[in-house]
């Protein structure tokens, strides 16, 4: 590589370049839609009936490293839409862009490298000396639809990672393999957690003894807390008309991603994809005062939404989750004090799970045919975010574009032990949907008022957050939320009197526990017990017995512990109870 130093996405823009001309050459009837810089690489889509196969990357990658050798510039050009066609008279898939593209536009851009040519406005490195020789490797190849549309052709989409360096791409390789070792999926196997079944309930977890602890345990603390900072818990039916949703504008916007269907009497009813409309009948029940106000109801809603299947992905992507979902309603005066109280409890909460970097982005309108409201509404809720954040010295970028279509957000982001930053919690400000259901509480001035809303979610949805918690932890929770903070195994058969005492006194100070008393040697039991992550495992034999003590072999400690039972029952019933 020379001295010259180039962004790293240019780097990588300019890299998938080189890999379209080494397909190329060695697949000379590949069609081409495009690819750009993504994070950590990047991809390009390809049609062709020729399978890539991981076989096939090593082939790729030396014919990149060749034509990176070569030295080949990075040639700009522009062209008329005339002479763009013509060029690209044999790829359809440029000849599409060209037929939408604006003739009485600019001259197009386009690059060549070596008998390469491609529609790009660039940049690129000048050369392909700029570019690195030995730090990109192929990932993988996906299908992907053709502008992303399921109606039009699946491609070929082959993902690269790039870096910079050599040793920044072995450092993310590492990664890479140390996730692949976490994954939710392979923890939810070794831990007998929770299973899929794709061909009777695509999306929809399982949910196994112990993983359904797990998940218990989880809206059992966000619940414990909620009543702690006077939320009120209501629950809603999980099949409602679908008016509900052509009110709230959710149909226009979700309706294909929604199950639903007709009864006998002509109606269509919809499987509740979200909570909203829910909630706002529950607010519109009855009249509210503004001494009610802020009013706090919060909603533990299983939801379905249709997800395309090469879209699922374990507990990260499913059609069936449980959001912990809240309407705050309160008055404008209200509404900073509000922002502000349900982000500070969002980043305790996630202080508890051991989350201790958490970055925040401010999510501003688009410009869309779904989204709902005026644009001084927008200007008025967009201005009241802004203001709580700075106000209060909260640190947060804005994200253009990406608001919800009844409302700007704050959305918060963690990052785990892996150095992945993931979206979880959320604030939505809705001043849209309390009018559309015509809302309204009564003022001090004996009139009504129409209330501000607040969406929120702090987990969002569980099956998520628990995914995220596995892969970040590798299995190893806190045991306050392992399903099985200790597991008792007696030594031979001789001792199973005395591991079910260790048991019972254990359930009787509230640890939930178990004694493994299968025929099998203690050795292979614990190595059985530490693959399925158990957090203790409590050995009892006849020294033991006999002094009333057990011998503690805790996850990732090589040392050995003996206490007395009596200490260890007072450790354990401190250290499984929910945080405050």
Not at 279 to 293: A, E, N, Q, R
Not at 368 to 374: A, K, L, T, V
Not at 384 to 390: C, D, E, P, R
Not at 474 to 495: A, Y
Request: charged share 30%; net charge negative; glycine share 8%.
């Amino acid at each position: 590589m020379s001295d010259k130093q180039y962004p790293i996405e240019i780097i990588r823009h300019s890299l998938a370049h080189v890999m379209a001309a080494a397909i190329n050459k060695l697949y000379p009837d590949v069609k081409f839609a495009g690819g750009p810089a993504i994070e950590n690489g990047f991809y390009y889509d390809f049609d062709t009936e020729y399978k890539f196969s991981p076989e096939d990357f090593p082939k790729i990658e030396k014919e990149m490293r060749d034509l990176i050798k070569s030295n080949g510039r990075f040639e700009q050009k522009n062209v008329s839409l005339s002479e763009a066609k013509e060029l690209f008279a044999d790829q359809p898939y440029k000849m599409e862009w060209l037929n939408e593209y604006d003739a009485s536009g600019d001259d197009l851009s386009i690059f060549i490298f070596r008998d390469f040519t491609d529609l790009c406005r660039g940049p690129h490195v000048e050369t392909s000396k700029n570019l690195p020789r030995d730090s990109f490797k192929i990932r993988s190849v996906a299908g992907a639809y053709w502008k992303g549309d399921s109606g039009n052709k699946m491609l070929q989409r082959v993902y690269v990672d790039a870096f910079a360096t050599q040793s920044e791409l072995e450092e993310f390789l590492k990664m890479q393999e140390e996730a692949a070792a976490r994954d939710n999926r392979k923890l939810g196997r070794d831990m007998d957690l929770f299973h899929f079944e794709p061909e009777y309930a695509p999306g929809a977890v399982f949910w196994h003894d112990k993983g359904y602890k797990i998940y218990r345990r989880l809206i059992e603390y966000i619940r414990f807390r909620q009543e702690q900072a006077g939320y009120l818990e209501i629950s809603t039916p999980s099949v409602m008309d679908r008016s509900l949703w052509e009110i709230s504008g959710h149909w226009a916007k979700y309706g294909e991603h929604n199950y639903s269907g007709k009864t006998q009497d002509g109606k269509t009813f919809c499987i509740k994809p979200m909570s909203c409309p829910g909630g706002m009948l529950v607010f519109g029940h009855g009249i509210t005062s503004y001494k009610d106000l802020p009013l706090y109801l919060a909603e533990f809603g299983k939801v379905n939404r249709y997800e395309a299947a090469g879209g699922l992905s374990g507990l990260m992507r499913v059609r069936e989750f449980t959001q912990d979902d809240a309407h705050i309603f309160c008055t404008e005066n209200q509404l900073e004090e509000e922002v502000v109280k349900v982000l500070r409890f969002i980043k305790d909460i996630y202080s508890k799970f051991g989350f201790d970097k958490i970055s925040m982005k401010l999510a501003t309108r688009k410009e869309s045919e779904f989204r709902i409201g005026d644009d001084d509404v927008w200007d008025k809720a967009e201005a009241a975010l802004h203001n709580a954040l700075k106000k209060n010295g909260i640190e947060y970028e804005v994200a253009v574009g990406d608001a919800a279509f009844y409302g700007p957000k704050i959305d918060n982001y963690l990052k785990d032990s892996m150095g992945r930053v993931w979206q979880c919690g959320t604030v939505q400000l809705d001043m849209n949907l309390p009018e559309r259901f015509d809302l309204s509480y009564v003022g001090e001035d004996g009139e009504k008022h129409r209330p501000i809303m607040l969406h929120r979610a702090m987990l969002g949805s569980i099956e998520r957050f628990m995914g995220i918690l596995l892969e970040s932890t590798g299995g190893n929770l806190p045991l306050w939320l392992s399903p099985e903070p200790v597991v008792v195994t007696p030594i031979s058969e001789k001792f199973k009197d005395y591991a079910n005492q260790v048991v019972e006194d254990l359930r009787a100070a509230g640890v939930y526990t178990r004694a493994d008393m299968r025929d099998e040697k203690v050795n292979y039991k614990i190595r059985e017990l530490s693959l399925a992550k158990t957090p203790i495992i409590a050995v009892v034999g006849e020294k033991e017995m006999a002094d009333k003590t057990v011998t503690l072999r805790k996850l990732g400690v090589e040392k050995q512990e003996t206490i007395s039972l009596d200490s260890f029952v007072k450790q354990m019933k401190t250290s499984v109870k929910i945080p405050k």
